[in-house]
């Protein structure tokens, strides 16, 4: 899986009134200390109207990748089975009962997350 920057990540208001938008930022990081824009993670334009969605999306996507690696880890340890993704379709009705496989769209969003797709 790629390397990211370690979370939590945050979203502030930032910037002059005509340019404000949003910056995810990582505690984490020691070069948030110099409020330079280069350094963050993303930044949101907040004219678009969906830019404080986008940026909480953003921010909390170091916990929702590890509840993802959780998710898969459970359900391999309960049924016994590798997750795997192999098809194109992640979204797929594997078993005739007009819901997604849920094993295949996690590691699907799994891989991308990896730099994989």
């Avoid at 910056?23 to 984490?28: G, K, T, V």
């Avoid at 590890?66 to 998710?71: C, F």
Wanted: with cysteine; aromatic share 4%.
């Amino acid at each position: 899986m790629a390397k990211h920057t370690p979370g939590p990540w945050s979203a502030v208001e930032s910037g002059p009134t005509e340019r404000r938008g949003f910056r995810i930022l990582s505690p984490e990081d020691p070069r948030r200390v110099y409020n330079s824009r280069r350094d963050d993670i993303a930044t949101i334009d907040r004219r678009s109207e969906h830019g404080a969605a986008n940026a909480a999306l953003i921010a909390a996507a170091p916990e929702m990748l590890a509840t993802l690696k959780v998710v898969k880890e459970n359900g391999e340890r309960e049924t016994g089975l590798a997750w795997s993704h192999t098809g194109d379709d992640a979204f797929h009705d594997a078993d005739g009962d007009d819901k997604p496989c849920v094993p295949c769209m996690v590691s699907a969003v799994l891989a991308k997350a990896g730099g994989k797709q």
